[in-house]
Each structure stands twice: as C-alpha cells, then as structure tokens.
C-alpha cells in the first residue's frame, strides 16, 4: 500500500471482545468497517465521538480513526449483501476480511435433539457464513483484479479456534470444536481456490481468551497474518507461544 492509506478490513463479530478488541487496537491502521449484530465496538465511529466530560471537547487521539460501523444480522438473508455493498461503496475497496463473528454453544452428544440444534446454529455461523462472505467479497470485488490483489497483499483471516484442533473431554464442545474444525478445513480449501485471483486465506485459532491468553495477542496475529505472505495455513496460539499448522 501507498505510505498513509490504509488498508480497508471488513471485520465480522466486532462487537465481541476479540472484534472490539481489533478496533480499538488497529483503528489507526486500518479503515474498519465493523460489523455487528446487537452491541456496537465502544470506539469513536460515525455515529459517536469520545467526549472529554469536563471540556467536551471532541479531540481525543481516538476521534481521528473512527471506524464504520455497520449493524447486520449475517443469518438473514440478503444481508451478506447489503454488508458487503456497503463496505465498497464506502471505501471503494476491501483488503482485509476478518471472519471474528462466533457462537458457542456447549450441549452434551447425549441430548440429541439438542445437541442438533446447536450444532446446526455453531455451522451456520461458524463455518458456512464466512464461507458465504469470502465468496461475496470474492466476486464482486477480487476476483478479475489479480494484479491489484497481489500488490495490496489481499486476504481473509478467519477466527477458528483450538478447539477445532484438539478434542477436549470436559465441557461438552463436540458441536462448536466440530464447527470449528470445519473451518480450518475450509481456510485451507478456500486458500488454494483464492490463489488464482491472487488473495490469501489462513486462519487464527487460538486457546481461551482472555482468560489464558490476551485478547491482544490474538488481534495482533490477524494483523501478522494480514501483513506476511503465507496462505492456507492455522496460527495455533496457546500459552507456550504460537505455531502452524
């Protein structure tokens, strides 16, 4: 990228902790357009200003990067489009996509019908809406730009989780490790077919944040992912440090 532009990210679950985490982090370096569902990212965008209570004054450092948030449901339809229509039309181009929206939900194999049902729930949004999402941003703006994909080092990284590596035997994860485990295989999938338009595709999958590790860290590894090279690979962070797979 040219030195002061920058990169555009089309950021998904940023009203999470990871999500808001990434704005308030990285707003600076990237133009964000933030989507989320019911709870807004607490960072200046525009439709809200830090106010300093005593002068009001709004020339807090955090106001000069506003991002732009964007209130969506992914699961209705229709509005994939929408989201990613208006993230163009905003900023003419996208560069980065994070895959950050999630659910978990923890039922036991036992409980079939229920177990089912949020299995069903942990897929959709878990695996097949970012597969839905990179593809739409895929047709309407990648694909025919190699050139441009390949200079701007264009890619998507989607969040997964250890869980989609390593079976754990309490907590009843069976459907969201099995959801996320599709999504690793997925990015990997997706990274192989993304080559010929020249973009990238890995994944983060990190441990319990920020219980075990920060929240920080696991933002800061979306933004190595973004500026490195590699494609179709798993960032496993834990504890001990990070590692691919």
Known sequence: MPAGVKRVCLLTGAGGTLGSAFCQFFASRYQIAAVFRSRPPHVPSQRRWLVDPVTGSRRAAANHHRIFEIQSD???????????????????????????????????????????????????????????????????????????????????????????????????RAAYGTSKAAMNFLSCAMASEFRRFGVRVNAVAPTTFPKLIPTRRVASAIVGLDRGKMSGRILVIRQSGNRYV
């Open 74 to 172: 992914l699961t209705k339809p229709g509005e994939i489009d929408r989201v990613v229509d208006m993230t163009l039309a905003r900023f003419d181009r996208i560069d980065l996509l994070v895959n950050g929206a999630g659910v978990v939900r923890d039922v036991p194999l036992l409980d079939s019908d229920r177990f089912e049902q949020a299995f069903t729930e942990q897929l959709l949004v878990n695996s097949i809406l970012p597969h839905r999402l990179a593809a739409n941003v895929a047709v309407k703006f990648w694909r025919g730009r190699s050139p441009a994909n390949l200079r701007r080092n264009r890619n998507v990284v989607n969040v997964s989780s250890i869980s989609g590596l390593v079976v754990y035997h309490k907590g009843s």
